[in-house]
């Protein structure tokens, strides 16, 4: 029974260019989030979405980052032009559904760790 | 007003002693309660989750919830080295959206 998957783990570009991570969630869970970790900082939201939808982008920066979650495939967070202070930790979870009740207990990714030179 | 917070740490007991960690949230709304633990360089794990009032046990681990208080607690018992670890209270709200804590750092000293 597979975990959440995530790939690249490691990923380096230069500044400029655009970085794709990818999230498989587990089998049967249709509720993906993202999150960024800095180093010796705490997890912060970027979005969370269902199949084809966004529910939540709160935690979005406006500008060069976009995640999908297609009907079929894995969830995407791509970031456009990438700059240094972008260097992160990117977790992904997956829960099997949403909101309260006892179905949203989150599980990770191993998470990418992106590198901008 | 922050949403979820925890105490500052980081913490230090001795091994063998018990670890007291806390959360606080602002959502009265919240219905689920979750400790994940994170060990450095790797992702959360989640190890304890807690719903009604009261406590829940699993192991040495031990979660309690107070929703009057709106006050969340995890005890580790007979604490070991290998608990040293960032330790993430979570909370869902009623705007369906699970909010993590900034963590509190605890370190086992042998």
């Known amino acids: 029974n597979a975990g959440v998957m995530q790939n690249p783990r490691h990923l380096v570009r230069r500044r400029g260019q655009e970085a794709r991570l990818r999230c498989s969630p587990m089998k049967g869970h249709s509720h993906v989030y993202w999150y960024r970790q800095l180093p010796e900082e705490g997890l912060k939201f970027m979005v969370y979405l269902q199949k084809e939808n966004i529910i939540d982008e709160s935690g979005m920066p406006k500008e060069r980052f976009s995640a999908e979650f297609p009907k079929e495939g894995p969830s995407i967070l791509r970031i456009q032009q990438v700059v240094r202070g972008d260097s992160a930790a990117y977790f992904c979870?997956?829960?099997?559904?949403?909101?309260?009740?006892?179905?949203?207990?989150?599980?990770f990714g191993p998470g990418t760790r992106l590198t901008v030179l | 007003q922050k949403e979820v917070e925890q105490n500052s740490g980081p913490l230090s007991v001795p091994e063998g002693a018990i670890a007291s960690l806390n959360c606080t949230y602002s959502?009265?709304?919240?219905?689920?309660f979750f400790w994940y633990r994170q060990y450095s360089g790797k992702s959360p794990e989640l190890i304890m989750f807690i719903y009604s009032n009261g406590d829940k046990e699993d192991g040495r681990f031990t979660a309690q919830l107070n929703k009057a208080s709106q006050y969340v607690s995890l005890l580790i018992r007979d604490s070991q080295p290998s608990d040293s670890a960032t330790y993430l209270c979570?909370?869902?709200?009623?705007?369906?959206?699970?909010?993590f804590g900034p963590g509190t750092s605890l370190s086992v000293i042998p």
């Open positions: 959502d009265r709304g919240s219905q689920s």
């Open positions: 979570a909370v869902d709200t009623s705007y369906d959206k699970v909010i």
């Open positions: 979870a997956s829960s099997r559904a949403g909101g309260g009740g006892s179905y949203n207990e989150q599980f």
